[in-house]
């Protein structure tokens, strides 16, 4: 079974640009998730989907940050414009469902961004 | 608010020797508990989770967890360690249907 993929693996910017990232869940899996992982902290939720509709955004810095979900498949995430703490890796995940919280999460390897 | 504390960011230990990595949470309710294995330049693989039932859990490569619900932990541990156990080891915690919610990790450096 193919796992989560994820595009491009590395990304480096300059500030005030903007860039989007894009991911492709398990198949069948009904619940996308986008995180963002700083250096040397654990990854933290912004945002999860839930089939196309958004079920938690309320880590997402939405004056700058938006994601989308056509289809209820492929998702991206963009930033516009980037800042300097934008900086980090940013994580798919995707689960079978929503679960009541016990499902497990699959997790992209990630696109690493560096904004200069 | 619910939250995630790994004591020690960095664990050395010699091949063979045990591997204990400490997780505790705080949350109103008992929460669902995993830990998940972070290998360089990878995503995130999960080891083991705690949903119910018994409260000893067995991951892949021979790591276990024990949730005692007195202590509010979740402790890490494998018996012998393997240089390929090198990594960054994360405990979450997820209460009920909320979101997932890290710790800042554990390091694992394992020596010959």
């Known amino acids: 079974e193919a796992g989560v993929a994820q595009s491009p693996r590395y990304k480096i910017i300059e500030k005030r640009q903007s860039v989007a990232f894009w991911c492709n869940p398990i198949?069948?899996?009904?619940?996308l998730y986008w995180y963002q992982q700083i250096l040397g902290q654990g990854p933290k939720l912004l945002i999860q989907?839930?089939?196309?509709?958004?079920?938690?955004d309320s880590q997402l810095p939405k004056d700058r940050f938006s994601a989308e979900r056509l289809k209820g498949v492929d998702s991206t995430l963009k930033i516009q414009p980037a800042k300097l703490e934008d900086s980090a890796v940013y994580l798919c995940?995707?689960?079978?469902?929503?679960?009541?919280?016990?499902?497990?999460?699959?997790f992209g390897p990630g696109t690493r961004l560096l904004v200069l | 608010a619910q939250s995630v504390t790994q004591l020690g960011s960095h664990v050395s230990v010699s091949e063979g020797a045990l591997v204990l990595l400490r997780c505790n949470y705080s949350?109103?309710?008992?929460?669902?508990l995993f830990w998940y294995v972070q290998y360089p330049n990878q995503g995130l693989q999960l080891l083991l989770k705690?949903?119910?039932?018994?409260?000893l859990v067995k991951g892949i490569n021979g790591f276990e967890a024990e949730f005692k619900k007195s202590e509010t932990s979740f402790h890490l541990t494998k018996p012998s360690a393997h240089m390929s156990d090198a990594a960054e080891y994360f405990c979450?915690?997820?209460?009920?249907?909320?979101?997932?919610?890290f710790g800042t990790g554990t390091r694992l450096q394992v020596f010959p």
């Open positions: 989907f839930q089939n196309n509709g958004v079920v938690d």
């Open positions: 979450a915690v997820r209460p009920w249907t909320d979101k997932l919610i």
């Open positions: 995940a995707s689960s079978l469902d929503s679960g009541g919280g016990r499902e497990t999460q699959y």
């Open positions: 949350s109103s309710v008992p929460p669902y």
């Open positions: 198949s069948g899996h009904a619940t």
């Open positions: 705690y949903t119910t039932g018994a409260t």
